[in-house]
C-alpha cells in the first residue's frame, strides 16, 4: 500500500483478501487456570489420553472440545508412550453378525489376570464385563481360584443382579470343569467357548484386563492380599462409576446401563455399535434440581450430604433447602461451614423450622416449608433427600436422565444402605430383599400394575405431579411419606419408576438389633400394616 500509494480496501480487492484479516489483532487465550487443571488430572489419571481428560474436564463445568486440550496437551508434555502392534484387517463372519448384543446381561465374559505381592507371592484376579453395557459386576482376587470358586461368584452375581444368557470364556481348566459346566447348565447359562489361540475373540474382556493391568496392578505396589483386594475393588468401582467409555460415547457404565433401563420400554435401538444407541452427549442439561433436606439434629453427617450434592456433575449446579427442624447440634452451622469450605456457600439456603402444624409428621412438616421455598424459584424437579445421604458425582445425572427419558412423573434410587456391624450384616441384607419382594421395581414402572413405591432418601419429583396430588398436604399424616407419595403420584396417572444404586449410599450406621428394629417398624411393614409381622419381628429383635 505504501508502495503504490493506494488504500487497503483497493488493495484487499485487488489480492483478494478479506479486509478483516488485516484489521483483526491476534489475542491469545488465558489458558493458565486450565493447564493446571489438566496437569493435575493427568497426573491422578496417569492414563488418560487427552480425550477423555477432555470428558472429566466438561464434566467439571469447562467449555472446551478435544481440539484445544490436545493442543494442551502436548504443550504440557503429557503424551505417554504406547506401544503399538501392528494393525491386521479383521473381518466380521456371519456368525458374529448374528449375535450382536442388543439388551443389558444377554452375554458376559470372564477371564484371569494374574499379577504379584510385594513379597514376591503370585494372585490372581477373575474379571467379568458384561458386554453391552460393559460394566465390570465382579473382580475376585485370592492366590487361588478354581472352578467353585467361580461358581460362587457366580451365586453371588445370581443373588444381587442376575445372570446372563450366556457366558464367553477361554479354555481354561477352570472353565471347562464339570462343575462349572454343570452349574451353568443347571441355571440355564449357555458357556460360549473361544477358539484355542485366539484370545481377541473374547476381546471385551480383554480389552478391560489391558485398562485393569494398565490403571491398577501397573500403577500400585501391593504390600498383601488385603491391600491387594482393597485396591482393586476401589479400581472397578471407578471404572464403573466415573471412568469415560469410548465405546459408549464417552459414558460410564453405570451411567449407560440407567439410560437403558429408563428406556427398557421403548423399543430397542438396534445396530453393530453401542454408540448408535445413544447420540446425546454428555449429562442432562437445563433442567434446573432444587434438592431439598430436612434436618434435625444432623451435626455429625449433614457437612458430607451437603457437600456431595454441591459437587454433582450435573449442570446447570444445585441449589440446596435445607430446613433446620429445631436442631440443637449447630446443624445449620455445620451445613453453612461445609459449603463455605467448597466455595459453594451460594448455593446453600438455610431455613429455620416453624413449629409442628397438626395432623402433620414432622419429617413431612419440614419437608414441606423447604418444598414451599424451593417452588418459588420455579425448578424443573424437585429433588427430596435426607441428611445421612451421601451421594456420588454423577448419581444425580443418573437419576434426572431417568427421569427425563420416559419421561416419569417420580424416579427414585433405593440407596446403599449403612452394613458394616454385626447386627447390619444379619438384617438389612434381609430387609432390602424383603422389600423388594414387596415392592417389584418392574410393577412399579408399569402402567398396568396398580403397585407405587418409592425409596426414601433419594426421590426426584416433577413439581406439576407434585401439585396434581394437591402437595404433600395429600400424606402429611402417613407414617412412610416415600411409598405414599409414590402413590398419590400413580394414582393421579403419573408414571413412576424405582431403581437401585451403589454409588449414592446412607452413612447412618445401626449398631444394635433394636435400632434397626426401630428403623424396620418405619417401612413396608408399617406402610402394608402388617401388624402382626411387625411385632412378633420386633418382639423377636429386642
Known sequence: MKQHSISQRRACRLTRLARSTKRRVLREADDSRLKTRLCELARKRQRFGYRRLTVLLQREGWTVNHKRIYRLYRQQGLALRRKRHGHRMRQL?????????????????????????????????????????????????????????????????????????????????????????????????????????????????ESCNGRFRDECLNANWFTSLAHARHTIENWRDDYNRNRPHSALNYRAPFEFAALLTARAAQPT???????????????????????????????????????????????????????????????????????REIGQSHRLSVTPGKPLAPDWTGKLWALSQGVDQALALEPDYLLFTDADIVHGANSVSNLAAIADAQP???????????????????????????????????????????????????????????????????????????CALAKAVKQSGGNVWMGLTSTTKSIRSYRTFSEIGRMISRTAFTQLNHWFRQSSHLHTLT
Open 269 to 339: 435401538i438396534l445396530g453393530n455399535s453401542v454408540n448408535k444407541c445413544y447420540r446425546s452427549k454428555g449429562h442432562v442439561k437445563g433442567k434446573r434440581i432444587i434438592a431439598v433436606i430436612p434436618a434435625r439434629d444432623e451435626a455429625d453427617v449433614i457437612a458430607r450430604a451437603v457437600q456431595s450434592l454441591q459437587l454433582q456433575s450435573y449442570e446447570p449446579p444445585l441449589l440446596v433447602v435445607l430446613v433446620d427442624d429445631s436442631s440443637s447440634d449447630g446443624t445449620a452451622d455445620v451445613a453453612i461451614e461445609a459449603a
Open 408 to 482: 416419569y412423573d417420580l424416579a427414585s434410587f433405593m440407596v446403599k444402605l449403612h452394613c458394616e456391624s454385626f447386627a447390619e450384616k444379619a438384617l438389612i441384607p434381609a430387609f432390602v430383599f424383603f422389600f423388594l419382594q414387596l415392592y417389584p421395581p418392574a410393577w412399579i414402572s408399569s402402567p398396568d400394575t396398580k403397585t407405587a413405591g418409592a425409596a426414601g432418601g433419594w426421590i426426584l419429583i416433577r413439581p406439576e405431579a407434585l401439585a396434581r396430588i394437591g402437595g404433600l398436604a395429600a400424606i402429611r399424616n402417613t407414617a412412610i411419606d416415600d
Open 93 to 205: 463372519n456371519a456368525a458374529t453378525e448374528k449375535n450382536m448384543l442388543t439388551k443389558r446381561n444377554q452375554r458376559w465374559a470372564m477371564d484371569f489376570v494374574s499379577d504379584t505381592l510385594a513379597s514376591g507371592r503370585p494372585f490372581r484376579s477373575l474379571t467379568i464385563v458384561d458386554e453391552y453395557t460393559r460394566e465390570c459386576p465382579a473382580i475376585e482376587v485370592d492366590t487361588s481360584l478354581p472352578g467353585q470358586r467361580v461358581i460362587r461368584v457366580l451365586r453371588q452375581l445370581a443373588d444381587t443382579g442376575g445372570l446372563p444368557n450366556e457366558i464367553r470364556v477361554d479354555h481354561g481348566p477352570e472353565f471347562v470343569s464339570r462343575s462349572v459346566r454343570s452349574w451353568c447348565e443347571e441355571h440355564h447359562v449357555l458357556l460360549r467357548y473361544t477358539d484355542p489361540g485366539r484370545p481377541m475373540h473374547n476381546g471385551h474382556v
